[in-house]
Each structure stands twice: as C-alpha cells, then as structure tokens.
C-alpha cells in the first residue's frame, strides 16, 4: 500500500518538531550546531509573518509529521516574477525514500504553477549530498551554472 502524505502550512503546534528538524537537519548535513532558540524565533516568524515566506509541513494519515520545509522568495527582474526558494527541507530517517519530499515538492510546484507571479522554482544543496540531488533531478529539476556566494553576519 503506498503511502499518504498531507501538507499543510506549519502552525505554532508544530514549532517544536520543525525547530527540532532543522537542528537535525544542519547537523547532519553541514555538521553545524545550531542555536534552537534561535531557529525558534526564525520559525515563528516564517510562520506569522506571510511577506517572509512559508514554513510548510507533511504528515502520515494518523497526523504525525514526516517532514518539513521552508519556501522563501527572491525577485528576478529579468524575468518580472519570483522564484520560490526551497529551503530546510528535512524528512524523518523513518520516512526518508517514501515519497515525503516528493510530496512537499509536487504542492509547492502546483501552487508556484497556478501563481501568476512565480517565474519557477530554485533550492540550493551541499555538494556531498548525492541522494538529494538524485532526488531533485527526478522531480524534473536540473542544475544551474551559478555559484552561490555569501557573507553570512550569524554564522558562530
């Protein structure tokens, strides 16, 4: 029987658990510790804060959440619409290779679709991590030529 995933815009209920992933998710990615606190703080605001973004989650049929994400936007002047940005995705190792991603990725893409101003869709990944980007090139994305480049004023 194949899975059934639901997404749905993150709520303060699911606060603890998506700030919980995104520690999982740096470390086990970056090997970077975050500070809770403050991914709590950026997660809340991503969640009351409409302007900023979304954060959005996946659960299994009895309601318990398999995954998470975060979409932002950037404003492309060449193409006079946005790009969504998916960010922080992370799935539960349970529930990782059964369609969780898939699943956030296919209800963003549908509602950048049908938004009239959403020129396409952009995510960045480390370049060690070979199963994600066999992942996004399965859903139909593919690599850029651009180098990404930062001054990043948080980083400890």
Known sequence: MADRWLVRPATPLDLDEVVRF???MALE???RHLDPERVRLGITRL???PALGRAMVVTDADGHLAGSMAVTTEWSDWR???FWWIQSVYVVPACRRRGVFRALYNHIEAEARA????CGLRLYVERENVNAQATYLDLGMSETHYRMFEVDFRAK
């Open 80 to 82: 006079n619409g946005q």
């Open 22 to 24: 995104n520690c999982d």
């Open 115 to 118: 938004a009239e101003d959403v």
């Open 47 to 49: 969640i009351t804060t």
């Open 29 to 31: 990615t970056e090997a």
